[in-house]
């Protein structure tokens, strides 16, 4: 035995914690080992000193580079520590089956083994309706603005705007659905409770009051520069399509978009001066990867639509959840339903694109089903506790 | 009998200018009946007051209305004048079968019975590596910067830059390529020896001195505004690709995105910012017509290269052209060596994409089999006499 154990590595959500300190992001070893022991058992047979042995029965391509930290990073861990900074930072550990756990996670080839999140919020009814709008940090003028009109416009059809807080065009995007009363999503790729860039420190705070703030490090995690390469996955797998606003060619943001075209989510991108080097990158993805080119919300929207309206229940995806077995018309309706901040039937019926006639009856049904409330002529969707 | 008759009307190249006296551009009537009975005995059938009868068993949708100005203009028709016409103003009367008849318009439903065509130059080698720059008039500057950029790159590869000479997009187009020294091509929807725009005679000057000018409409035609919309499928038909540099949603110049299509001929679009309203026809362009997103010469070329290169010499196309059973190399060597204006060996590398120890063989080859003459250690295209 090695390191302080604690009683919370016998929990399968606090075991996940425990990996999400002991193993970087996109372990491919470590997703073998999950999903042929669990965490509960995989982190025991570290703490016995033959994790290697196992991980090569798991997954035989291993090299035992793979798994070097893992040792050193256990005589490390305190995960009393972990569990007692969540408290403090009021972050909540999501684990997959979870209710709140976004579905989408579930078409990453290597997904986090658990969720930090600091919001209100459910996070699985938050980006259910969500577009990741990414872009250059070094964004021109024409690309902040195109990102704020972007953002403001999905707000007001009902969509959660996601992104990854940094400067340039998340900024925008975040700043703008802010401003729209949207419901916003930041993923970090340092802890949740810190701040990264800095100077967003009230942007992040101001997300995590309407929307959420997640990472898949745990509290404190130093934002390394291989996390945000694996952090645009999550943003990528969580939205129904990501749309990149404003990209140079070497920009980062362009891993969001092969992350969500890796996981056949639709990407977008926005055009520009062909003179601008800051479009070069979007011009890139339009030509060489099939990106649909998008010039305003209700394109993007449209992108949205195209796929996720679409999307089939998978199957051995856990629980049921709200929203499962309504009828193509409901699902519209319910899905436009934001969980906060009441909206008029009116709104609704325009994110929804159903008539008002119809618009009536599938509320009234979908109320009696217990899936949205009414409070003041205005209706949100009902919470749901995990 | 009705009108002068002309003893010219026998002559099969005379019956067709004569014909596009007769007919608007694009009568299918008009086109059923030379395909039936050739263009002199048609107006011969017309002459003898006969030619509904004859319309209606060739081409039994047509209406007596698509006919109706027929017989009005043939008292009209003066074919001696517009053969005096055509040789005082040196215009070249170019009709199907000609070796200077461009290829591409027999991709066409309804061609020109005949062109007239104002230049030295043989009009099919011209158009043999040819691109289509087309945008609005009112165009920005930015549109007109870029259109610059491309047609000084397309000349720099050896492309001659077809358009039509308006304001805006097509004339910075022209005057680009001229600067380059490259050969262009106008289309105009008036009479080759007109000048429309009417301050665009210096440019159409120009352009016949060092390439074409062309018409479907005889001499003193007039623009109709329904001959820019014919003239527009001349551009496309007769370029291996049309690219529209900026255009609103109401441009002219979508229609010879449309012609280019209908032809399966590549598209191409510039993008733009997506607050201009001179780019909406482009983004349109790309997000439902297909078109390709282009954003520099180089990506021009390509997109003109993968169609024109894979051209399949068409059955029952009429007499065999220099080119026709060269293989790929030397196809590609012998499209990039120009007609006029004799070029070093290396820029020929540089515009056909052939490394230089390839290159000298095939240059040899083609002198051999007297395709391209050496003069001064430069390279030039063997005129053909027609």
Redesign the interface.
């Known amino acids: 035995m090695i390191g302080r154990e604690s009683p919370l590595e016998a929990d399968d959500r606090w075991a996940r914690a425990a990996w999400s300190y002991l193993a970087e992001p996109r372990s491919p070893t470590l997703q073998a080992l999950l999903e042929a022991d669990g965490p509960v058992v995989a982190l025991a047979t570290l703490r016995r000193g033959r994790i290697l042995d196992r991980a090569l029965e798991v997954h035989p391509s291993c090299r035992p580079a793979d798994l070097d930290g893992w040792a050193e990073r256990l005589a490390e861990l305190d995960l009393d520590g972990i569990a007692r900074a969540c408290e403090h930072e009021d972050l909540t550990v999501l684990v997959p089956g979870d209710l709140e756990w976004p579905e989408g996670l579930d078409r990453l080839g290597l997904p986090p083994p658990c969720l930090f999140v600091r919001g209100d919020q459910d996070l699985a009814s938050l980006v259910e309706r969500s577009v990741a709008l990414v872009g250059s940090r070094a964004a021109s003028e024409?690309g902040l603005?195109?990102a704020a009109d972007l953002a403001d416009g999905l707000a007001q059809r009902g969509f959660t705007v996601t992104s990854g807080a940094a400067y340039g065009i998340d900024g925008a995007a975040h700043r703008a659905a802010l401003a729209a009363d949207g419901p916003g999503v930041a993923v970090l790729a340092c802890g949740a409770d810190r701040y990264y860039p800095a100077p967003h420190r009230g942007l992040i705070d101001a997300v995590a009051r309407t929307g959420a703030v997640v990472s898949e490090s745990p509290p404190a995690g130093a934002p390394y520069r291989w996390r945000f390469l694996a952090r645009n996955r999550l943003i990528a797998a969580m939205s129904r399509a990501t749309v990149v606003v404003e990209a140079g060619l070497r920009s980062g943001s362009l891993s969001t978009a092969r992350e969500a075209r890796d996981v056949h989510l639709p990407v977008g991108a926005?055009?520009?001066?062909?003179?601008s080097a800051t479009?070069?990158g979007c011009?890139m993805l339009?030509?060489e990867y099939g990106a649909?080119?998008?010039?305003?919300a209700a394109?993007v929207a449209e992108l949205a639509a195209r796929v996720g309206d679409d999307l089939a229940p998978a199957a051995d995806h856990g629980p049921r959840r709200p929203g499962d077995g309504l009828d193509a018309t409901s699902f519209k309706v319910w899905s436009a339903v934001p969980v906060r901040g009441a909206v008029p039937t009116e709104r609704i019926g325009l994110a929804a694109g159903v008539r008002t006639e119809v618009l009536h009856g599938v509320l009234a049904a979908l109320e009696a089903d217990g899936l949205v409330v009414r409070e003041a002529g205005r209706w949100r969707k009902v919470r749901r506790k995990g």
């Open positions: 024409y603005r195109t926005v055009p520009g001066p062909v003179s479009s070069a011009h339009v030509r649909v080119l998008v010039t305003d394109e």
